[in-house]
């Protein structure tokens, strides 16, 4: 349902959670008019009997801002190897399954997504297509196909590239194509090139301990990229990969499973953001057998050794003041889209983060990612009216965002999503 901003409208008598990793703040009211919020005030000081207000009273409901996916494969559904990511459906079937995962994002409470390696580039096509109103569904950063290689610098293998359709995801072994490659991502609309400094001990041309692309290279792209406006990030699972990217000067680092003090003291001191990597490996752990995976195949990762460290550095890094969003690869059979809150979930009752922090990464900080810092992911006079209205506090109960039921209302750039206010029935 969506309904056209035409009078002010009143969120009256709500808790507020602003998005700046605080406590969120009961009796006030949330003055909105055209695409932006007007107002935050006291229930007192509300205009609540003005004819002139359309009034929503929602008595015991929170308000917190519209949440950002930071590292979103929209095109993907339960996929189980790398290989199914392209070839596991048809591209009209993935079309399909993008679009109907880009409504479920909004339902959901996030009104804005950040692409990390479009097949297809089909990214670029469903901005265009929420933008033109074809379709329903957040704002999109659209993402770059994902540039891989076929292997480490030492042993690429030209025949990789003959393999995989251009269209799906090019293979791109030199700096050469790496960069004419950014070029044409570029002019087909994507605003953040998908890189890979390392490799994952999940995918069949590297290890997350062996470097994919040099420094060289790495440093290649992002020349290109910044000198069109465009940002870059890179899959950085291993150390050395880390650190290439760091050096190379890349936007957003994915998953920095190992990195160390001295990576993340640099990683804060260049305002790189990290979109970290503690749910997606340990759902594969837990429930990868019950998606096929033997348990040998299991035990031959060393993605333990990544949860663990990665349970050290998301503290450190949040003193540090690294800005980390959510996002860790949903699409996969044991992280299916529609679960995003199972993600904050495991922040805040297996790493021990605060869910006020936790709400904050994927407020303020993922619509600071999506190049809106100045302008959502915070309640505030002048921010974008990109709200989501719950029954129940999740900043004192993350939990209440895993439960569809208790997402009430979805406002984006004030008009109304979803609407789904449960209105008590008089005795």
Same mark, same amino acid.
């Given at each position: 349902?969506?309904?056209?901003?035409?009078?002010?409208?009143?969120?009256?008598?709500?808790?507020?959670?602003?998005?700046?990793?605080?406590?969120?703040?009961?009796?006030?009211?949330?003055?909105?008019?055209?695409?932006?919020?007007?107002?935050?005030?006291?229930?007192?000081?509300?205009?609540?009997?003005?004819?002139?207000?359309?009034?929503?009273?929602?008595?015991?409901?929170?308000?917190?801002?519209?949440?950002?996916?930071?590292?979103?494969?929209?095109?993907?559904?339960?996929?189980?190897?790398?290989?199914?990511?392209?070839?596991?459906?048809?591209?009209?079937?993935?079309?399909?399954?993008?679009?109907?995962?880009?409504?479920?994002?909004?339902?959901?409470?996030?009104?804005?997504?950040?692409?990390?390696?479009?097949?297809?580039?089909?990214?670029?096509?469903?901005?265009?297509?929420?933008?033109?109103?074809?379709?329903?569904?957040?704002?999109?950063?659209?993402?770059?196909?994902?540039?891989?290689?076929?292997?480490?610098?030492?042993?690429?293998?030209?025949?990789?590239?003959?393999?995989?359709?251009?269209?799906?995801?090019?293979?791109?072994?030199?700096?050469?194509?790496?960069?004419?490659?950014?070029?044409?991502?570029?002019?087909?609309?994507?605003?953040?090139?998908?890189?890979?400094?390392?490799?994952?001990?999940?995918?069949?041309?590297?290890?997350?301990?062996?470097?994919?692309?040099?420094?060289?290279?790495?440093?290649?792209?992002?020349?290109?990229?910044? @000198?069109?406006? *465009?940002?870059?990030? $890179?899959?950085?699972? +291993?150390?050395?990969?880390?650190?290439?990217?760091?050096? =190379? %000067? &890349?936007?957003?680092?994915?998953?920095?499973?190992?990195?160390?003090?001295?990576?993340?003291?640099?990683?804060?001191?260049?305002?790189?953001?990290?979109?970290?990597?503690?749910?997606?490996?340990?759902?594969?752990?837990?429930?990868?057998?019950?998606?096929?995976?033997?348990?040998?195949?299991?035990?031959?990762?060393?993605?333990?050794?990544?949860?663990?460290?990665?349970?050290?550095?998301?503290?450190?890094?949040?003193?540090?003041?690294?800005?980390?969003?959510?996002?860790?690869?949903?699409?996969?059979?044991?992280?299916?889209?529609?679960?995003?809150?199972?993600?904050?979930?495991?922040?805040?009752?297996?790493?021990?983060?605060? @869910?006020?922090? *936790?709400?904050?990464? $994927?407020?303020?900080? +993922?619509?600071?990612?999506?190049?809106?810092?100045?302008? =959502? %992911? &915070?309640?505030?006079?002048?921010?974008?009216?990109?709200?989501?209205?719950?029954?129940?506090?999740?900043?004192?109960?993350?939990?209440?965002?895993?439960?569809?039921?208790?997402?009430?209302?979805?406002?984006?750039?004030?008009?109304?999503?979803?609407?789904?206010?449960?209105?008590?029935?008089?005795?």
């Amino acid at each position: 349902m969506t309904t056209p901003a035409t009078r002010p409208l009143l969120l009256h008598d709500v808790t507020v959670q602003e998005g700046l990793g605080r406590a969120s703040v009961p009796g006030r009211s949330i003055l909105i008019r055209g695409d932006r919020i007007e107002a935050v005030m006291p229930v007192g000081d509300a205009p609540a009997g003005s004819p002139d207000v359309d009034v929503r009273v929602l008595t015991g409901r929170t308000v917190l801002p519209g949440m950002t996916l930071g590292h979103t494969h929209v095109a993907y559904h339960n996929v189980v190897t790398a290989r199914d990511t392209m070839f596991k459906y048809s591209l009209p079937e993935i079309t399909l399954i993008a679009a109907a995962n880009a409504e479920r994002l909004l339902q959901l409470g996030y009104t804005a997504m950040v692409g990390a390696g479009s097949v297809a580039g089909i990214d670029m096509a469903l901005k265009r297509a929420i933008a033109e109103g074809r379709i329903t569904g957040p704002r999109v950063t659209a993402c770059s196909r994902d540039l891989m290689v076929s292997a480490p610098p030492d042993r690429r293998d030209p025949a990789v590239a003959r393999r995989i359709p251009v269209e799906l995801m090019p293979v791109v072994d030199s700096a050469a194509e790496m960069v004419e490659r950014t070029d044409k991502e570029i002019d087909e609309g994507a605003e953040i090139i998908k890189t890979f400094s390392s490799g994952d001990d999940t995918y069949p041309n590297a290890k997350s301990k062996e470097l994919l692309y040099t420094l060289d290279e790495l440093r290649a792209v992002v020349e290109k990229a910044h @000198a069109r406006g *465009v940002r870059v990030r $890179a899959h950085s699972r +291993g150390i050395d990969g880390i650190r290439n990217a760091i050096s =190379a %000067g &890349v936007d957003v680092i994915d998953h920095a499973s190992y990195a160390d003090e001295e990576c993340l003291e640099q990683i804060a001191e260049r305002g790189i953001f990290v979109v970290p990597s503690l749910y997606q490996p340990r759902q594969l752990l837990l429930f990868g057998e019950q998606h096929g995976k033997s348990p040998e195949y299991l035990e031959k990762l060393e993605f333990q050794d990544e949860i663990d460290n990665t349970l050290w550095l998301l503290p450190r890094a949040q003193e540090l003041g690294i800005r980390l969003v959510p996002g860790d690869d949903f699409g996969f059979a044991w992280t299916p889209h529609g679960t995003y809150n199972d993600e904050l979930r495991v922040y805040v009752e297996v790493a021990g983060i605060p @869910a006020p922090t *936790v709400l904050s990464w $994927a407020t303020a900080n +993922g619509a600071a990612l999506a190049g809106r810092g100045d302008d =959502a %992911g &915070v309640v505030a006079p002048g921010r974008l009216a990109d709200l989501v209205v719950t029954d129940g506090d999740p900043a004192a109960e993350i939990t209440v965002l895993g439960d569809p039921d208790r997402i009430e209302m979805v406002l984006l750039g004030g008009e109304i999503k979803r609407d789904a206010v449960r209105v008590p029935v008089a005795a």
